[in-house]
T-cell receptor
Framework: DAGVTQSPTHLIKTRGQQVTLRCSPKSGHDTVSWYQQALGQGPQFIFQYYEEEERQRGNFPDRFSGHQYPNYSSELNVNALLLGDSALYLC????????????????FGPGTRLLVL | LAKTTQPISMDSYEGQEVNITCSHNNIATNDYITWYQQFPSQGPRFIIQGYKTKVTNEVASLFIPADRKSSTLSLPRVSLSDTAVYYCLVGENTPLVFGKGTRLSVIA
């Protein structure tokens, strides 16, 4: 049973470029959340996708956008890259939306480390 | 969302029990307390979740006093492989809100 997978593992871009990161959720999971983790900090929530729609969004600019496909896989797109976008980008999957009581357990992938020069 | 406070770092010798305490004075009635573990260059991994009193699984125990304003993650007999960052999260459902966590270093 494959866990959450992400690609690529590492990426180097220059300022102003655009990047697309990919995520395949754990088998049986239909909800994907994206997080940004700067060095020495905890992960910060970017957005969550369920049924191919963005359901929740954190405090990130519109340069950050996403997509979810019918097979539940997801992409994170970042436009007009800034030096401050350098971070580990984590994808987490879970089942369904919130509302079942308690914090839902999210399964994280290994992340994509993005370096913007 | 309730804010959490936990020590920045802790050191322990192998075989000892480690207790990491998290303060969450503004916890709401519907909030749960969840702990995640993160190794370098990996995503966080769920350890344990609780609402009140004590929860135990094969990895750790979670102690929550009656006022729920704090919680303690207990790791029995730690090994070198337990060296990681431990995050205390408080909230109801998503999104998960992470602080800076506690960096635990286990020494041989």
């Amino acid at each position: 049973d494959a866990g959450v997978t992400q690609s690529p593992t590492h990426l180097i871009k220059t300022r102003g470029q655009q990047v697309t990161l990919r995520c395949s959720p754990k088998s049986g999971h239909d909800t994907v959340s994206w997080y940004q983790q700067a060095l020495g900090q905890g992960p910060q929530f970017i957005f969550q996708y369920y049924e191919e729609e963005e359901r929740q969004r954190g405090n990130f600019p519109d340069r950050f956008s996403g997509h979810q496909y019918p097979n539940y896989s997801s992409e994170l797109n970042v436009n007009a890259l800034l030096l401050g976008d350098s971070a580990l980008y984590l994808c987490a999957s879970s089942i369904g939306l919130a509302g079942r009581g308690g914090q839902e357990t999210q399964y994280f992938g290994p992340g994509t480390r993005l370096l913007v020069l | 969302l309730a804010k959490t406070t936990q020590p920045i770092s802790m050191d322990s010798y192998e075989g000892q029990e480690v207790n990491i305490t998290c303060s969450h004075n503004n916890i709401a009635t519907n909030d749960y307390i969840t702990w995640y573990q993160q190794f370098p260059s990996q995503g966080p991994r769920f350890i344990i979740q609780g609402y009140k009193t004590k929860v135990t699984n094969e990895v750790a125990s979670l102690f929550i006093p009656a006022d729920r304003k704090s919680s303690t993650l207990s790791l029995p007999r730690v090994s070198l492989s337990d060296t990681a960052v431990y995050y205390c999260l408080v909230g109801e459902n998503t999104p998960l809100v992470f602080g800076k966590g506690t960096r635990l270093s286990v020494i041989a």
